[in-house]
């Protein structure tokens, strides 16, 4: 079942159409990647989603409730550019933004102990938002993010300044979200990221969407018959109808198969030649290296 729908959504500023009747359904309970370049439309969408935007046409709603001011109270969004106040002590900016959200100040206290004790800073509370380092203001804006458990979570380059300790701490905490019936969209820039935390992704560029679906499955469509192939000895001169090396170093080679050629096939040339093969294993394109070819295509 998904938690969110858009259908045929589009908004433009002037003479630029920044979202270009895009649909997309997130299902419930599942990390979704929302990738593209700077200017894609990314974030005007992300903007629509949470009502900061309106939709010039087209729809989103948001499990059963009906698209209006309240879809806010049921969305935790994270921008890339950080709204913290500076100068509020971080325990009263986060009672100030879980009463935004229609927390009970009693509610919202016992969820910011939670949190501040489960990421380690419980002494925090009377700190000055400015007096801590971007990466530790990262933790602060993500608390405020999660706080009020609402159903979908919008994380934008939630990563940003965090060193790899806090990174993999804060990632933990979207896998746990995700058990707990969160769903969560995830955008970045960082292609290996999103190889990590997304099952499913959707690619935009100029408004549109170039690409989406499932994140192996995908690998799967772009993949170029190219596998590596590890051994040990002396190499021996191959006709280039039978093995077509493109590749090769200390450690091993690449080969490209033709599409009528099996992997079995090249297996059983290579030994015929006397090759000591220690691995062959199938080369899948990145998601980096899809995004690339997409974007630079259209």
């Known amino acids: 079942m998904d938690l969110l729908t858009i259908k045929e959504v589009s908004k433009t500023f002037e003479n630029t159409k920044a979202v270009d009747n895009i649909s997309l359904n997130i299902p419930k309970q599942s990390i979704f990647g929302l990738l593209g370049p700077n200017g894609a439309g990314k974030t005007t969408l992300i903007r629509m989603i949470t009502n900061i935007l309106y939709q010039d046409s087209g729809t989103i709603t948001l499990a059963d409730l009906p698209p209006n001011m309240a879809r806010h109270h049921y969305i935790g969004y994270m921008p890339e550019e950080r709204g913290l106040y500076k100068k509020m002590k971080v325990g009263e900016q986060l009672l100030y933004l879980a009463r935004l959200k229609n927390m009970s100040y009693q509610k919202a206290k016992t969820q910011i102990d939670y949190w501040l004790k489960k990421f ?28 009020h458990q609402p159903s979908l979570i919008i994380l934008d380059e939630p990563f940003s300044g965090l060193d790899p300790i806090n990174a993999n701490l804060i990632k ?16 970045t820039h960082r292609m290996e990221q999103v190889e990590e935390i997304c099952e499913q992704i959707a690619l935009i560029n100029k408004g549109k969407i170039l690409l989406e679906g499932n994140v192996k499955s995908l690998k799967n469509r772009f993949k170029e018959n190219k596998y590596q192939v590890n051994y040990v000895g002396e190499l021996p001169v191959f006709e280039t109808e039978h093995i077509n090396i493109i590749q090769q170093d200390e450690n091993g080679f690449i080969i490209q198969l033709r599409p009528e050629q099996s992997p079995n096939e090249a297996l059983q040339q290579l030994i015929a030649k006397n090759v000591e093969v220690h691995g062959f294993n199938e080369i899948l394109p990145s998601l980096n290296e899809i995004f690339i070819q997409q974007v630079s295509q259209n």
Not at 173 to 185: H, M, V
């Open 172 to 187: 933990d905490e979207i896998f746990n979200l995700k058990k707990q019936g969160a769903t969560i969209i995830f955008s």
């Open 120 to 147: 380690d800073i419980a002494d925090w509370w009377k700190k000055e938002v400015g007096e801590l380092s971007k990466g530790m203001q990262q933790k602060i804006q993500f608390i405020t993010t999660v706080l």
